[in-house]
């Protein structure tokens, strides 16, 4: 799904030689600023999708504060596509697999049943 909608480069050498300027430029993150490296030799153009509703149950699972894939961004796709957003009020992309309230989402796997309740995150670590 990443490289069907990026724009960026298809062609390992010119991500090796933007990956090196950026670095030079920014020497302190500059290696992280780029996502074009993972769709070199993607032989596929860069396609808008066109999400519609289903007809079919569908469950989303949002995190309130994360900022890998943004709560903003879940709501938008559930307006989009329709489903039950389940959110988990937490900043860590992933916890979901870790936390009791997993079932939740893992129901739907099961029944078809969908949530679009609320659960805890995972707690904060005490301050040490």
């Known amino acids: 799904m990443i ?3 990026s724009s960026g480069t298809r062609d390992f050498e010119t991500h090796w030689r ?4 950026l670095s030079a430029e920014l020497p302190v993150a500059g290696s992280h600023g780029t996502q074009d490296g993972h769709c070199a030799g993607w032989p596929l153009p860069a396609t808008t999708w066109h999400f519609k ?3 079919s149950p569908l469950q989303l699972v949002g995190h309130a504060y994360e900022s890998v894939t943004p709560l903003p961004w879940a709501h938008d796709m559930r307006a989009h596509i329709g489903g039950s957003l389940l ?3 937490d900043d860590i ?3 979901l697999s870790i936390l009791p309230c997993a079932s ?3 129901e739907f796997f099961d ?3 969908t949530s679009g309740a609320s659960c805890p995150g995972a707690p ?3 301050a040490g």
Not at 18 to 21: C, D, Q, R
């Open 53 to 55: 509703p289903g007809n």
């Open 124 to 126: 904060i670590p005490p």
């Open 104 to 106: 939740k989402a893992v």
């Open 3 to 5: 490289c069907n909608e």
């Open 93 to 95: 992309h992933g916890s």
């Open 87 to 89: 959110t988990v009020e």
């Open 18 to 21: 933007n990956h090196l300027a």
């Open 111 to 113: 029944t078809g049943k």
